[in-house]
């Protein structure tokens, strides 16, 4: 082990450490290690921006750039111009404008993405489950297909019928005008199992991938101390 | 003898005279009165003194009216620095006598104008309204009088002497002239005055004189009468515009004079509106709550809770350790691939060394570990193709977490790698780089960096992520626009659950997640790694985890206030 080799794996000894040690509740060690990370997070940003995008992706291609390809950086440097100028409080307000832009061409791509990506690929999925032709490709199975398509749909009706909010409401107590369908109780009923399962499976996942970053941070221990006392 | 004076001439007359006997004028009391009231205002500063002494209150008002007063004791009046200050002062021992939140409430209020501040501004103009009513009428605070009585008395070479009547007349010198009429009356009939002053002394219950008297109150012999204030309630009252002196008539044997009765002040009203008002009840009841008191944890519970978290912490730290440096590494046991798995390392194997391949970095380095886990086999295989390879970071860390791992990787220097940088937002990068060759018009001479993101010159794509809404994100972009792009996605244990369906759909050619699936990847090449050591430790962990989650089920370590509100419910 060398001197570099040392240090940094002293540091990082010791930061897992004083991270670690939030299981005797919060402290002062816990707090500093969690503002060093915070602190090299926004300074390594802020290099990484300078360095990855306003250089390469706007700098460079402004100095020396042909003309039509400077043409193309018109709009980000006036967006840029009015996201700086609105820091002044006198033109705090053409700040909005950018922003604006931003905030819709976001919710453009969400919806549209979530529409032409999940809605209808997932409801085609749903629907060709039921495709006697895929079930024939498989004889042995197709009995398995059959329950598998029928679980998913009764999962995708009834998880809806969960979220299903539609019935009036009296305006003066708050509570539904008339209860609603006995149907809608019972797939509601079956959607929140579903849910259960679904919250249980993301669960458990998180608990695995946690329990992976822990199992590398007490190897790194482990190494590191067995290289500092062994020399292994 | 009493004598009256004639108001038209001024000359003497019996006092049973009904007619002056020089001019023939009425001598009657209501002529008097009449003649009386004319001269109030040339009179005023007698009258006040000569009947001060039957009303204190009206006394102080009188006195507090003759601006004269204060102009005679300069050396013992407060200057009107401390005239200023004495609300002031008073102001902040009220705030120091406030609590905390009320005062930052204020301090609040004064900086911003939302709805609450708005009323408590209100409140503070009021306030500050009586302020300036305090400030101009603090001489009627009867303290600040009385220590000018003693200083003035203490400056008299006859303090300790009776006071005359007319002292007064001398120290308080009065802004108007005295009428002539009364000069002669003073002069001709100092017997008169004898008499009023001794029917004066008479009324007077307080002692030989006012000033005598004073200085007994000042000590503590005579009990003072409260001086009426204003407070919020006078607010209610009518404004009058100021002060108006309302006259009433007494007769003492045979000399007539006027009893001053000063009217309030009335301050301004404050008019405040419907909402104004359920505001200010709003505030009143935020103020309220949180002045309560409130059920205080207790604090044994706490440290057992503290205990109890570091005992399982250590207990599940201790048994990973042991599953991971004590006995040697196990045999992986070998089973059968999930579909998704296959699907992927199909699409790897049958990549032709002349194509190209999108690597996507979306992962934070918490999670580098685990994602370089899974990757490695699957990278291992790419890399050593020839195949030219472009990467991409959508994470803050990801280019260094990209060079992390491909130089863990063994692979041949002939590998190509061309870096595009770090995209920010993984929705616009993904729209970019679907959308680049579907746009309705062509774009021409883009810069550089926007040329080589292009997904049509990809043939295929991998994403590594440990979230499942950027993998999302990219995933919906992609393959909506470019359908025909195998996209393939190398996630961690918690982002696989939620995009297992798009693979299921078809979206997704192929994926791997979680360390269990990398476990079993690895059992069926048959290559040596670290994995096994690692894998045997997480099982010990999940074990672990399971026992505790059972044992915290069963016993309940703390409530929390939710509990507690859904067991008393």
């Known amino acids: ?232 | 003898m009493t004598k009256l004076i004639c108001p038209e001439c001024s000359a003497e007359n019996d006092s049973s005279a009904e007619h002056c006997c020089e001019c023939g004028a009425s001598l009657t009391l209501e002529n008097l009165i009449e003649s009386s009231k004319g001269e109030e205002t040339d009179g005023d500063a007698l009258n006040r003194v000569s009947t001060a002494e039957t009303d204190l209150p009206g006394l102080l008002h009188a006195l507090k009216q003759d601006g004269d007063v204060t102009d005679e004791h300069d050396g013992s009046e407060p200057s009107p620095a401390d005239d200023a200050s004495l609300p002031d002062s008073e102001d902040k021992e009220e705030d120091r006598m406030l609590p905390d939140w009320l005062n930052r409430i204020r301090q609040r209020a004064s900086e911003e104008a939302d709805s609450a501040g708005e009323i408590i501004q209100k409140l503070s103009a009021a306030q500050e309204n009586l302020a300036k009513e305090k400030r101009e009428s603090h001489h009627e605070d009867f303290a600040s009088w009385i220590q000018n009585v003693r200083d003035e008395a203490s400056s008299s070479p006859s303090e300790n002497q009776p006071i005359d009547e007319s002292e007064p007349e001398v120290n308080l010198k009065k802004p108007v002239e005295t009428p002539e009429w009364l000069n002669k009356i003073r002069k001709i009939s100092g017997s008169a005055h004898d008499d009023l002053k001794k029917e004066s002394s008479s009324y007077d219950l307080g002692g030989d004189s006012l000033l005598q008297w004073l200085m007994d109150l000042e000590d503590g012999k005579e009990t003072p009468e409260e001086i009426p204030k204003p407070s919020l309630d006078d607010m209610d009252y009518e404004y009058e515009g100021g002060e108006e002196s309302t006259p009433s008539e007494h007769e003492f044997d045979g000399g007539v004079t006027q009893e001053m009765r000063i009217v309030k002040k009335v301050v301004p009203g404050l008019i405040v509106t419907r909402e104004e008002q359920a505001q200010a009840d709003q505030l009143e009841a935020t103020i309220v709550d949180e002045g309560a008191s409130r059920p205080l944890r207790k604090p044994g519970k706490r440290t057992s809770s503290w205990v109890m978290r570091l005992f399982f912490a250590l207990l599940l730290i201790g048994s990973v350790s042991f599953a991971l440096f004590v006995g040697d590494p196990p045999q992986l046991q070998e089973r059968a691939l999930k579909d998704q798995n296959q699907d992927l390392l199909t699409w790897a194997s049958e990549i032709s060394p002349s194509e190209s391949l999108l690597l996507i970095f979306d992962y934070q380095a918490g999670y580098a570990q685990e994602i370089m886990l899974i990757a490695t086999p699957v990278l291992e295989s790419l890399v050593n193709k020839e195949i030219k390879i472009t990467i991409l970071s959508s994470a803050v860390t990801g280019k260094l977490l990209a060079q992390r791992l491909l130089s863990a990787l063994e692979m041949d220097e002939t590998a190509i790698f061309d870096d595009l940088g770090y995209f920010p937002a993984a929705t616009y990068g993904a729209y970019g780089l679907a959308n680049r060759d579907q746009g309705t018009w062509p774009l021409v001479d883009l810069p550089e960096p926007a040329q080589k993101l292009q997904a049509k010159g990809f043939d295929g794509i991998l994403i590594l992520s440990d979230s499942d809404e950027s993998a999302r994100s990219w995933v919906e972009q992609l393959s909506a626009l470019t359908p025909e792009t195998p996209i393939n996605l190398l996630l961690t244990a918690q982002a696989g659950p939620l995009l297992l369906p798009y693979w299921e759909s078809g979206q997704v050619t192929g994926m791997i997640s979680g360390i269990s699936e990398a476990a079993a990847i690895e059992a069926a090449g048959g290559k040596e790694t670290s994995l096994p050591s690692r894998w045997r430790a997480h099982q010990t962990g999940i074990v672990m985890l399971m026992i505790v989650m059972l044992i915290g089920a069963f016993f309940v370590v703390e409530r929390t206030p939710s509990d507690e509100g859904r067991k008393a419910s």
């Open chain 1, 1 to 232: 082990m060398n001197i570099n080799e040392l240090i940094w794996g002293a540091v990082g000894f010791l930061l897992t450490v004083m991270i670690l040690s939030y299981l005797i509740g919060d402290n002062f060690f816990f707090r500093l290690a969690v503002h060093v990370f915070i602190g090299l997070t926004g300074g390594y940003l802020a290099v990484l921006i300078i360095n990855q995008i306003l250089i390469p992706q706007l700098m460079t291609p402004l100095i020396t750039g042909s003309w039509p390809e400077k043409a193309w950086f018109i709009v980000p440097v006036l967006m840029i111009t009015l996201l700086l100028l609105s820091q002044i409080p006198r033109f705090k307000t053409i700040g909005n404008i950018p922003l604006a832009y931003l905030l819709g061409l976001t919710a453009a791509l969400a919806i549209g993405g979530a529409v032409f990506g999940t809605l209808i690929p997932q409801s085609r999925a749903v629907i060709a489950a039921f495709d006697p032709g895929r079930w024939a490709v498989d004889p042995e199975n197709s009995w398995f297909s059959i329950l598998d398509a029928s679980i998913m749909l009764i999962g995708t009706v009834s998880t809806l019928s969960y979220f299903h909010f539609g019935r009036k409401r009296n305006p003066k107590n708050d509570q539904e005008v008339a209860p609603p369908p006995m149907i809608f109780k019972t797939l509601s009923k079956i959607g929140q199992i579903f849910i259960g399962i679904t919250l249980g499976a993301v669960f458990a996942g998180l608990f695995s991938t946690s329990l992976v970053a822990l199992i590398d941070r007490i190897v790194f221990i482990g190494q590191f101390v067995a290289q500092f006392f062994g020399g292994g």
